[in-house]
Every structure is written in C-alpha cells, then in structure tokens.
C-alpha cells in the first residue's frame, strides 16, 4: 500500500475541507447503495456516490468509507458487501440510507431480499454487484475496500446522479446549468 505522500515525500498543505468538498461536488456521480451484515445479523447500509472499477480479471470494484463513519466497523470486518447502481426513482432512498437510523432497512423491508452471500441486494436498480471483500487499504480518513463481483444484474432503467450537492436523474440535474456556449462558433 503506498499514498502519493510517501511515494513523493510531499506533505499535504491544509485545505478548506468545505470549499475541497464543493469542488469535488462539481464531478458528476453516480448514486449507490451499499449493504452488508455483520457475523451476529445486523444489517447495515449506507448511500455512497463513487465507486469504479479496477479489474476485469479478476473481477474488481472499489469504493472508500470514512473511518469514522457509524456503520464502518461493519464494512471494514464484512466478508461481503452488495453495491446497487440506484435509479432516478429511488432518490427517497437514497436520502433515507445517507441518514443515521438504528435500522435503516425497516422502511424499505419489501425492496429487498437475501443475496447468496448473506447481504441484502436491493430487488431493483440500474445495476447490482454481490461482492465478496478482496482487500482494505486505509488511506487518510477512509479506507478504500476493494470487493471480488461474484454476481452481477443489470438493467435499462435511468440511473440517479449527484452533482453539486443535488440528487436527481440527468434530465433534472441538466435543468439547473447554464447552457455552455462554444467559442468561435
């Protein structure tokens, strides 16, 4: 495991987290939900709005939770996880599992069922991953978890998008820019 720092020998200077964080609100994401269980039965997930591949052989997706989140004990001890690509219907649910709740699932019991690895897989999205956990790389304050796809799904349904603090299909989130204007033209 090596960080730009040690590779480099620079040292970070201090940031305005607020003002990084609006700046790398400007990349427009994905949203997606991410679940897992812990060995005793509990069921935890949580709304993230990255994730990416690394590798089709093997079979690799990657995504980062911050070391203090309230659910990331148990993210970082799973054996699997599930990440679902959510559509631009299920901005509810997006909102709902971005929030602290002691069991997050009771709401939305009915959009979900058991997946082979014993995480609960959301029925409906734009994609599906059942992951088992390959590695963990801390890095700064999250730690990067790379997940083996053992099975997938996938579907044509309109994906939700973040950008710029905004969740919404493209259509929607595309409403609130200015229109670009090309130069010379």
């Not at 069922?113 to 304050?141: I, K, M, P, W």
Request: proline share 4%.
């Amino acid at each position: 495991m090596y960080s730009w720092a040690f590779i480099t020998g620079d040292a970070a200077d201090t940031v305005d987290a607020r003002a990084l964080r609006q700046a790398l609100g400007a990349f427009p994401t994905g949203v997606c939900l991410v679940t897992t269980a812990t060995p005793d039965g509990k069921r935890e997930g949580m709304t993230i709005n990255s994730f990416a591949s690394v590798s089709l052989d093997p079979p690799l997706l990657l995504w980062s939770i911050r070391d203090d989140a309230r659910s990331a004990d148990a993210f970082l001890t799973a054996r699997a996880f599930n990440l679902s690509v959510l559509a631009a219907s299920q901005r509810e649910l997006a909102w709902h599992f971005a929030k602290p709740a002691p069991d997050k699932f009771e709401r939305f019991e009915g959009d979900f069922d058991s997946a082979a690895n014993g995480c609960l897989r959301l029925r409906e999205s734009v994609a599906t991953f059942e992951c088992s956990t390959y590695s963990r790389h801390q890095e700064g304050d999250h730690t990067v978890l790379l997940g083996r796809i053992e099975r997938f799904t996938r579907s044509e349904v309109a994906p939700l998008l973040f950008h710029s603090g905004q969740m919404g299909s493209l259509w929607e989130l595309a409403s609130t820019l200015a229109q670009p204007t090309c130069a010379g033209h």
